[in-house]
């Protein structure tokens, strides 16, 4: 899902936040990178060219390889919005069977 929003900022510019990651990990191409990240090369294509928005994991990431905060990431990137939207979906606890106890031989104690 693109998030439209961030994608027709005026200042919205991944290209400044993937040289910077390069300069700063010093790394020589978007391959180098894809793989310090972890990801496919085609996402950091996606991500450069505009088709593809940095997500919340990828800016996770981005910040244990590097340390930079977030807030310096999304500044980086153009990113100028206050807050962030998370979907519906995310974030919310799948529904599940309740859960069993800890300890099982504890959650019927017999006597010895």
Do not use: C, F
Request: proline share 8%.
């Amino acid at each position: 899902m693109m998030d439209n929003d961030l994608l027709s900022q005026q200042t919205y510019d991944p290209n400044r936040l993937l040289d910077t990651l390069l300069e700063r990990l010093h790394l020589k191409n978007d391959a180098a990178l894809s793989r310090a990240l972890g990801v496919a090369p085609p996402v950091i294509s996606k991500i450069r060219h505009g088709r593809l928005p940095i997500g919340a994991s990828m800016l996770i990431r981005m910040h244990e390889e590097t340390g930079l905060n977030i807030r310096e990431l999304r500044d980086l990137m153009g990113d100028r919005r206050n807050r962030l939207r998370i979907s519906n979906v995310e974030g919310m606890p799948k529904e599940s069977a309740p859960l069993a106890p800890q300890y099982p031989d504890q959650a019927n104690p017999t006597q010895d």
